[in-house]
């Protein structure tokens, strides 16, 4: 299994580029490669890449100007022999946009949230290892959790993202307290099964077609940040 996004924030206003903060939970340890053109077949993609499974969990494609991010969801949580990873999804997302479900075979598959927002809009599919849900979200800011309502991150978090700039604002909330067992924290730290399970990678994103600029950072709550930036 990969680790995926555990709390993202979009705001999205059409006309406007898309911003993101984008929260990423796993077991400490798990190696991964920082956001870069790993993908030969999809030249435009910027992502960070798992190192086992060799997908990702947020992607961004420069071109068309769209993101789209997989975050686990609790209701299956082990996949079937022979499914999919989840890491393939935000890749489907940002190639096949709307039809990026034609790419794969959902049965089997481990539950999951995944965001895809761009020029045309934000959308969220949950699947919950049975069944596939779309939803349309409206133009604003807009928060989705591994967790979901019950995590209460949104509750805590939503207007204050809201009301802060971005990206500094965006950052400076991130950075308010230090990791947490609290599961409703930002960033979280917390053993699990034997092993220690934490926020390991935050990302801020600004996009639009034909131009990305990124911050990226594996102690997000401390940092320090990296830029990338394309056009």
Request: glycine letters at 12%; aromatic letters at 8%.
């Amino acid at each position: 299994m990969m680790g995926a996004v555990c709390s993202v924030v979009v705001r999205w206003v059409r006309g406007q580029p898309i911003r993101i903060l984008a929260l990423r939970d796993e077991i400490v340890g798990r190696e991964f490669d920082d956001p870069g053109h790993w993908w030969s077949g999809a030249p435009t993609v910027v992502g960070g890449r798992d190192r086992v499974a060799g997908g990702t969990w947020c992607a961004s494609r420069v071109d068309t100007g769209t993101t789209a991010l997989v975050l686990n969801r609790p209701s299956k949580r082990v996949a079937g022999a022979g499914a999919p990873s989840r890491g393939v999804l935000p890749l489907l997302a940002v190639e096949h946009g709307m039809g990026w479900v034609e790419g794969l075979s959902l049965p089997g598959m481990a539950s999951f949230a995944l965001v895809l927002g761009g020029p045309d809009g934000l959308i969220v599919w949950d699947f919950d290892g049975a069944h596939l849900t779309e939803t349309a979200f409206p133009e604003g800011v807009s928060m989705v959790t591994s967790g979901g309502p019950e995590d209460s991150k949104a509750d805590r978090y939503l207007r204050a993202f809201t009301e802060a700039s971005f990206p500094n604002g965006w950052r400076e909330l991130v950075q308010l307290r230090p990791p947490s067992d609290d599961p409703g924290a930002l960033v979280v730290r917390r053993e699990y099964h034997g092993s220690v399970f934490a926020t390991v990678f935050g990302q801020l994103i600004e996009l639009e077609p034909g131009r990305l600029d990124m911050q990226f950072s594996r102690e997000p709550w401390r940092g320090p940040w990296h830029q990338l930036a394309e056009d």
